[in-house]
């Protein structure tokens, strides 16, 4: 299997297609096809970007797991890896959830290699399918400045009604809103004073 053949199977095993995925990444018609073994690790950085979890050095060489490796630990006093909050979800969608204060709630603590975040949480709803599934879990980390904000990217967004997971995008027509987008639910704006926090998803994936 080369470079090319190992993205497709995992484009496969993420239940998306090859144009779906050029079209959600930004990505440019046949860059998937243009991809082989000789692929500079830039290009392969921007297939990363849009799948965190997946293993670059098993994209490359085809040597080690297809993702990387999640575990899950009990919570310890010096609280080393992510707090947990199991019990706490988030929405691929809309849910009617209060933002998390402080971490007395983890339950543990979430080690994943190369990644780092403040929170990690588990996921329900469908809306963000086939990039992020029910049942899996997302690291989040801190987003201090919303001009930063990158359509391409994947976010948390607490407001004073909800906590979800979805790509956002600045309106050129008005700086006071946000629109909220994912593959399975109809766009829909939200104003920016109704914003409680703004996280950035370092990573998703499952528990092994």
């Not at 096809?33 to 098993?58: A, C, H, Q």
């Not at 403040?118 to 399918?129: D, N, Q, R």
Request: negative net charge.
């Amino acid at each position: 299997m080369n470079t090319k053949e190992r993205l497709l199977a995992y484009l496969k095993y993420k239940g998306i297609t090859k144009a779906a995925f050029e079209k959600a990444a930004g990505l440019s018609n046949g860059f998937v096809d243009k991809m082989g073994d000789n692929t500079r690790m830039s290009k392969l950085e921007l297939v990363s970007n849009y799948f965190p979890n997946l293993n670059i050095n098993w994209l490359r060489t085809g040597i080690g797991s297809m993702e990387s490796p999640i575990s899950e630990c009990a919570a310890t006093p010096t609280g080393e890896g992510v707090p947990y909050y199991k019990e706490v979800p988030v929405s691929a969608g809309r849910a009617e959830l209060m933002e998390v204060e402080g971490e007395e709630n983890a339950v543990g603590f979430i080690k994943i290699t190369g990644v780092s975040g403040k929170f990690a949480f588990p996921v329900i709803g469908c809306s963000m399918e086939p990039v992020i599934h029910a049942g899996d879990i997302v690291v989040v980390d801190e987003l201090n400045q919303w001009d930063k904000i990158d359509p391409d990217k994947i976010y948390l967004i607490f407001t004073h009604d909800d906590r979800m997971i979805k790509h956002l995008e600045t309106d050129e027509g008005n700086a006071e809103i946000l629109w909220c987008v994912s593959p399975n639910y109809k766009r829909f704006s939200i104003d920016k004073t109704d914003i409680l926090k703004i996280y950035k998803v370092t990573f998703y994936g499952r528990l092994v």
